[in-house]
C-alpha cells in the first residue's frame, strides 16, 4: 500500500533578522582588513536571503546590540552551542509535530513510528523523547533518527517511512526534521564559512504519513517513489563538520557545476521507471542551497525561473534551514495546488542527490 502525505506542520523561532541587519552584526567576528569587509558584504547581498528567523535572537527589533547576546568577542564553545541545542530544538520540533498532527486530522496516539531528523545537533536522549513525552506519543513507538545527512535529510526520512508504511499498511508515521544553523556561526576570515554564515537559518517541519485510503486526508500527496545519486569524487564538495566553534559547514564553488553535469542524467533514468521525463513534471520542490544551486538545478533541466519560485521565496523568506526546508517548500505547493506529479529533490554531502516523486 503505498504512503500518502496526510499533514504537514511548520514552526520558526519568534524572532526575525533582516540580512542587512544580521550582517552588521556578523561582520564584527569576522573581518580583519577593508578587503574581507567588501567581500563579506558581497556574500551576504548575493546569498538570496532577505529575513530568517534564528533562536538566537531576543528580539526582532530594536539597537543591534541588544538584539541577541549568543554572540560576543569570544565565540561560544560547541559545548555552549550544544546546550543552547538541547533546549531550543525540542520546542521547535513539538510545535511543528503538533500541527502535522492537526493537519492530519490524526491523534497522536496512533502513531507507531516516529522518525527525527538533524545535522546540528547532537544530545541523548535526544527531541525524540520530549516528542514522545509532550505529544503523548505511545510508549512504544518505534523510533529511528537521520542525522548528519544535511540538507537532503528530511528526503531520506520520508523514505524510511514509506518503507515502513508499505511493509506495514497499519503504520503511522510521524517525521520531524528541526535545524538550528544560526548555533553555528563561524568566527574569524575563511570564505566558505560565510557564505554558509550568510545562508543559513533555523526552522523545523513535520509530516503526518499514513498508507493511501487509511486517513481522513483530503487531496494527499502521494510519495511513489524515492531516489538517490552519489557523485563521483565530490566528498570535498560539501561537507559537515564539528569543530571548536560548533559544526563547520563547507560548501565547495564547484558544488553547481557537479549539480549541472549530473543531475539530468540520473533524474531522467530514475523518473523513466515510471515512464515519466523531466517535462511531465507539473511542479519542482527543489532545496534551496543557495541562488546559484538554484540556478544549476534551473539549466541542467531547462527550467525557467518561475518553475522554483517557490524555493526562491523560501530562501529569500526564511533562509536555508538545512533538512526542514524541502518540507517548507512542499506545504506551500501543497496549500497552492500546484500542478502535479511533483518531483523534490535536496542536495548534502557526498555529494549526494536526493528525490521523491509525488502525485
Request: net charge negative; proline share 5%; hydrophobic share 45%.
Amino acid at each position: 500500500m503505498p504512503m500518502i502525505i496526510a499533514g504537514i506542520g511548520t514552526a520558526l523561532p519568534p524572532h526575525t533578522i533582516a540580512q542587512s541587519d544580521a550582517s552588521a552584526i556578523t561582520q564584527r567576528f569576522s573581518c580583519a582588513t577593508a578587503d574581507q569587509e567588501r567581500l563579506f558584504h558581497t556574500f551576504y547581498r548575493r546569498a538570496g536571503v532577505q529575513t530568517r528567523h534564528c533562536v538566537v535572537l531576543e528580539k526582532s527589533e530594536g539597537d543591534l546590540s541588544e538584539r541577541q547576546s549568543f554572540y560576543d568577542t569570544a565565540a561560544p564553545t560547541t559545548l555552549e552551542r550544544m546546550r543552547r541545542y538541547e533546549l531550543e530544538a525540542p520546542r521547535l520540533a513539538v510545535s511543528a509535530s503538533q500541527r502535522a498532527l492537526e493537519d492530519a486530522g490524526l491523534a497522536s496516539g496512533r502513531i507507531t513510528h516516529l522518525i527525527t531528523v538533524s545535522c546540528t545537533g547532537f544530545s541523548a536522549p535526544g527531541f525524540d523523547i520530549q516528542l514522545i513525552k509532550q505529544l503523548n506519543l505511545r510508549r512504544d513507538v518505534a523510533r529511528t533518527h537521520v542525522g548528519f545527512m544535511g540538507c537532503h535529510g528530511a528526503l531520506n526520512g520520508l523514505r524510511a517511512a514509506k518503507a515502513y508504511i508499505e511493509a506495514d499498511p497499519a503504520a503511522r508515521a510521524l517525521i520531524c526534521a528541526v535545524e538550528l544553523c544560526s548555533l553555528h556561526h563561524h568566527y574569524g576570515w575563511d570564505a566558505g564559512q560565510v557564505v554558509a554564515n550568510a545562508l543559513f537559518a533555523d526552522g523545523a517541519a513535520a509530516v503526518v504519513g499514513v498508507a493511501a485510503g487509511s486517513g481522513p486526508a483530503h487531496d494527499p500527496l502521494r510519495v511513489v517513489m524515492c531516489g538517490s545519486f552519489l557523485v563521483d569524487d565530490s566528498e570535498d564538495a560539501m561537507s559537515w563538520r564539528i569543530g571548536d566553534q560548533g559544526f563547520a559547514m563547507t560548501l565547495a564553488a564547484r558544488v553547481p557545476d557537479l549539480i549541472g553535469g549530473h543531475l539530468r542524467g540520473w533524474l531522467e533514468s530514475w523518473l523513466e521507471r515510471r515512464g515519466l521525463g523531466p517535462d511531465d513534471i507539473g511542479s519542482w520542490a527543489v532545496h534551496p542551497g543557495g541562488p546559484r544551486v538554484l540556478s544549476a538545478v534551473s539549466e541542467a533541466l531547462a527550467l525557467p525561473r518561475s518553475a522554483l519560485e517557490v524555493s526562491h521565496q523560501v530562501l529569500a523568506e526564511l533562509g536555508n534551514m538545512s533538512s526542514p526546508t524541502i518540507l517548507f517548500i512542499l506545504d506551500r505547493l501543497r496549500r497552492a495546488h500546484a500542478p502535479r506529479p511533483c518531483v523534490a529533490i535536496g542536495f548534502g554531502p557526498g555529494l549526494a542527490i536526493e528525490a521523491a516523486l509525488l502525485t
